[in-house]
C-alpha cells in the first residue's frame, strides 16, 4: 500500500517559534510537494523538490523553506511562526515516469500559530 | 506564473441532478488530472488525460480535455450524496520537473 506519512496530524505552536513538518513517502517519488489548503482558496503550491537537495519555489514561498536530504523525506520549514500560517499543510509525492504520473497526499497537518 | 482558474467555487444540486466544474489555464499543460477530496480527507487521484480532445469516463463522472490543452471540465450525471466533496483539478506544466498547480477546487454539496 503506497503511503505519504507527515509527521503530525495537528500542531499547535506559539508565534515566532522554528516549526517542522516532515514528510516521508515510500514510493521511491522523485516529486515531492507542499501545499497548504486555505478555505476558498485550494492548493497553493509553497515548494517543491524533484530530486534530492533539489527544490524550487512555489507560488506561496515567503515565510518558508524546506529540505530534501534524502529522497523519501521533504521537510517544510517555517523559520518564524506567524498567525498567517495557520493553516492545514498537505504532503504529496508523484513519480515522474510511469503509465500514472498521479499524486498522493498525506494525511495533512493543521497547523495553528497562537 | 502557470495559473488555473476553477469555477464555479460552490455548487449545490438536488441529488439526481447533474454537475459540471470547469478549469482553465493560462498556459498549454502537457496534461491535466482530477482530484476528489471528501470532507475532512484529503485529495484522492481521479484520472488524468494527456491527449488534446481526450474525453474518459468513470461511471457516472466525464472528463475532458480542450484540443489547446488549456481547459478541462468534470462532469457528474444524476449526482448521488457520495458524490459530495470538492473536486480539483491539476495542471501540469509543459517541460520542467512536473510542477503540478492546482485549481481552487469546486465544492460540490448534494440534497437528499
Known amino acids: 500500500d503506497v503511503k505519504v506519512t507527515q509527521s503530525s496530524r495537528y500542531l499547535v505552536k506559539r508565534t515566532g517559534e522554528k516549526v517542522f513538518l516532515e514528510c516521508v513517502q515510500d514510493m521511491d517519488h522523485e516529486n515531492m510537494f507542499w501545499y497548504r489548503q486555505d478555505p476558498g482558496l485550494g492548493l497553493r503550491l509553497i515548494y517543491f523538490s524533484y530530486d534530492v537537495k533539489m527544490k524550487e519555489k512555489g507560488d506561496i514561498p515567503e515565510g518558508y523553506s524546506v529540505s530534501r536530504e534524502k529522497k523519501e523525506r521533504f521537510s517544510l520549514i517555517l523559520e518564524s511562526a506567524s498567525t498567517n500560517q495557520t493553516s492545514m499543510y498537505l504532503c504529496a509525492s508523484r513519480p515522474t515516469r510511469g503509465p500514472s504520473t498521479e499524486a498522493f497526499f498525506g494525511q495533512g497537518t493543521r497547523l495553528t500559530v497562537v | 506564473g502557470q495559473q488555473v482558474m476553477q469555477i464555479p467555487q460552490y455548487q449545490h444540486v438536488q441529488e439526481g441532478e447533474d454537475f459540471t466544474t470547469y478549469c482553465n489555464s493560462s498556459?498549454?499543460?502537457?496534461?491535466i488530472q482530477w482530484y476528489k477530496q471528501r470532507p475532512g480527507g484529503h485529495p484522492v487521484f481521479l484520472i488524468q488525460l494527456v491527449k488534446s480532445g481526450e474525453v474518459k469516463k468513470q461511471k457516472r463522472l466525464t472528463f475532458q480535455f480542450g484540443e489547446a490543452k488549456k481547459n478541462s471540465s468534470l462532469h457528474i450525471t444524476a449526482t448521488q450524496t457520495t458524490d459530495v466533496g470538492t473536486y480539483f483539478c491539476?495542471?501540469?506544466?509543459?517541460?520542467?520537473?512536473?510542477?503540478?498547480?492546482f485549481g481552487a477546487g469546486t465544492r460540490l454539496a448534494v440534497h437528499p
Open positions: 498556459t498549454t499543460l502537457s496534461n
Open positions: 491539476a495542471g501540469g506544466g509543459s517541460g520542467g520537473y512536473n510542477k503540478l498547480i
